[in-house]
């Protein structure tokens, strides 16, 4: 797979680790709805909507939402168990939660759409910055950091 690469498709009948490395950018994950386990290296760039049917391990590194047009859903396993890390939301796109999440740092930077948190919950690990429009969207967002947070 080189940088270049738009879908990460993963197919196979035992179960698969994937390590996903570089600055890339990609349109979309596609598990098959297989319980396939993400490793996630910094700089990876989403421009499509994200659902992890799967476990996740952000491994210390930055997701980028980047869509500018449309909404950019993100759901499936994105709480405690499969964390996605840090995350930063840019591109004119609305960025939608549609299940709990837990981050370590959450960006929303200048220019981005509405990011909406989901309902339920959205867990804050490390710092928050708001730089255009959060909603809340009736959910609870928990800053549980060890150490102090801005």
Partial sequence: MSTSDRTISITGY????????????????DC?????????SSGETYQASYTN??????NGG???FASTTGTQTLTGAMGTSSPLGS?????????TFSAAASTTNFTISSGS???TAPSTAL????????NS?????SGTVILDGTSQQT
């Fill in 133 to 137: 429009t959060f909603t809340h969207n």
């Fill in 113 to 115: 759409g509405v990011v």
């Fill in 14 to 29: 035992s179960d698969d680790i994937v390590t996903i490395k570089g600055a890339g950018v990609h349109e979309e994950i």
């Fill in 32 to 40: 098959y709805d297989r319980p396939v386990t993400l490793a996630f």
């Fill in 53 to 58: 049917n799967g476990t996740s391990t952000h």
């Fill in 62 to 64: 930055t997701i980028n």
């Fill in 123 to 130: 867990s804050i690990r490390g710092n928050y910055t708001n």
């Fill in 87 to 95: 995350v930063v939301f840019y591109g004119g796109a609305a960025k």
